[in-house]
């Protein structure tokens, strides 16, 4: 596997593969891989001839007071995770690489921006949108790969591919869990031991809400409420939002009459959790299709 640091290097190795009819795969992250990245990198790998990964803290993705100094970086696990999967090239640029002196255009889709995560996040999926972009024109692969347990993310960036004419297939998976249910995420080692005990509870409040639709409810409003109430029966959990809204807009639901994602965050300890069920009265859980 090849490391690689600079932009205009990784678009050679990449043009380099199409002229040669590769296909490949795109897998972005922010570094402190886990199995969950793990699984979007098997992914690609199975489905592309090429499978490129680029770890890369995002500046501005962090707001004022957030913890971008904080964020868990390890550059030489990650590297020897991905060479273990048989990733073909690491993209690990620096900040100075992706924004050069001068640097002003930024680009977000701030209608699906406004709720869930950008609501209390200002400015966040402006620097997710910007850096995905920049990626996706680096690498020009023909799939790209996103965790749903970043729902809203996923939806934000399949729109800003479709509203963009970019010729990628953006693609969804599955989130990957903890035995006990907690989704993986790099932010999980913020967690003191007796949090870690505690923190499955979001996925069991999601369960109940995904629990009511699946036995013919749909009054959404009931499934948030019995989201917020199983979190209240821990005083830790300090909830920031818990929202119903329809996948095709990200704009709140009254009932579920279309494919529905009940997503919710939650402060414990250092810890800011997030998780989801996305719910299709027509077929029950599921994932969206990509692009």
Same mark, same amino acid.
């Given at each position: 596997?090849?490391?690689v640091t600079?932009a205009?290097?990784?678009k050679a190795?990449c043009?380099?593969w199409r002229?040669?009819?590769l296909?490949?795969g795109?897998?972005p992250?922010?570094?402190?891989?886990?199995r969950?990245?793990?699984s979007l990198?098997?992914?690609?790998?199975?489905e592309n001839?090429?499978?490129?990964?680029?770890?890369?803290?995002n500046p501005?993705?962090?707001?004022?007071?957030e913890?971008?100094?904080?964020?868990?970086?390890?550059p030489?696990?990650d590297?020897?995770?991905?060479?273990?999967?048989?990733?073909n090239v690491?993209?690990m640029?620096?900040?100075?690489?992706?924004?050069p002196?001068?640097f002003?255009?930024?680009?977000e889709?701030?209608?699906l921006?406004?709720?869930?995560?950008?609501?209390s996040?200002?400015?966040?999926?402006r620097?997710?949108?910007?850096v995905?972009?920049?990626?996706?024109?680096? !690498? @020009?692969?023909?799939?790209?790969?996103?965790? +749903?347990? /970043?729902?809203?993310q #996923?939806?934000i960036?399949?729109?800003?591919? *479709?509203d963009?004419?970019?010729?990628v297939?953006?693609?969804?998976?599955?989130t990957?869990?903890?035995d006990?249910g907690l989704?993986?995420?790099?932010?999980?080692s913020y967690?003191?031991?007796?949090e870690?005990r505690a923190?499955?509870?979001?996925?069991r409040?999601l369960?109940a809400?995904?629990?009511?639709?699946?036995g013919?409810?749909?009054?959404?409003?009931?499934?948030r409420?019995?989201?917020?109430?199983t979190?209240a029966?821990?005083?830790?959990?300090?909830?920031e939002?818990?929202e119903?809204?329809?996948?095709?807009?990200?704009?709140?639901?009254?009932?579920?009459?279309g494919?529905t994602l009940i997503a !919710? @965050?939650?402060?414990?300890?250092?810890?800011? +959790?997030i /998780?989801?069920?996305? #719910?299709?009265?027509?077929g029950g859980?599921? *994932?969206?299709?990509?692009r």
């Amino acid at each position: 596997m090849e490391t690689v640091t600079s932009a205009r290097e990784m678009k050679a190795r990449c043009r380099a593969w199409r002229a040669q009819g590769l296909s490949v795969g795109l897998v972005p992250t922010m570094g402190y891989l886990h199995r969950g990245h793990g699984s979007l990198v098997e992914r690609s790998l199975a489905e592309n001839s090429r499978t490129a990964v680029s770890v890369f803290v995002n500046p501005s993705q962090f707001g004022p007071g957030e913890d971008l100094e904080a964020y868990p970086r390890d550059p030489a696990r990650d590297s020897a995770f991905l060479k273990a999967l048989g990733a073909n090239v690491l993209f690990m640029p620096k900040a100075a690489e992706m924004y050069p002196p001068g640097f002003s255009t930024l680009v977000e889709a701030p209608a699906l921006a406004a709720r869930l995560c950008g609501a209390s996040r200002p400015g966040h999926f402006r620097g997710v949108c910007t850096v995905v972009l920049k990626l996706l024109n680096i !690498a @020009a692969p023909d799939r790209a790969y996103f965790g +749903l347990k /970043d729902a809203q993310q #996923f939806f934000i960036l399949r729109r800003m591919a *479709r509203d963009l004419d970019l010729d990628v297939a953006m693609v969804p998976c599955p989130t990957v869990r903890e035995d006990d249910g907690l989704a993986m995420s790099s932010r999980n080692s913020y967690l003191t031991p007796d949090e870690r005990r505690a923190a499955p509870l979001l996925r069991r409040a999601l369960l109940a809400a995904e629990g009511y639709l699946q036995g013919g409810g749909r009054d959404l409003e009931k499934a948030r409420a019995l989201v917020l109430e199983t979190l209240a029966s821990d005083p830790r959990f300090e909830a920031e939002y818990v929202e119903a809204v329809s996948t095709c807009d990200l704009q709140p639901a009254a009932e579920a009459c279309g494919e529905t994602l009940i997503a !919710a @965050a939650a402060r414990l300890g250092r810890a800011r +959790l997030i /998780d989801n069920v996305i #719910f299709d009265p027509a077929g029950g859980a599921r *994932r969206p299709a990509g692009r």
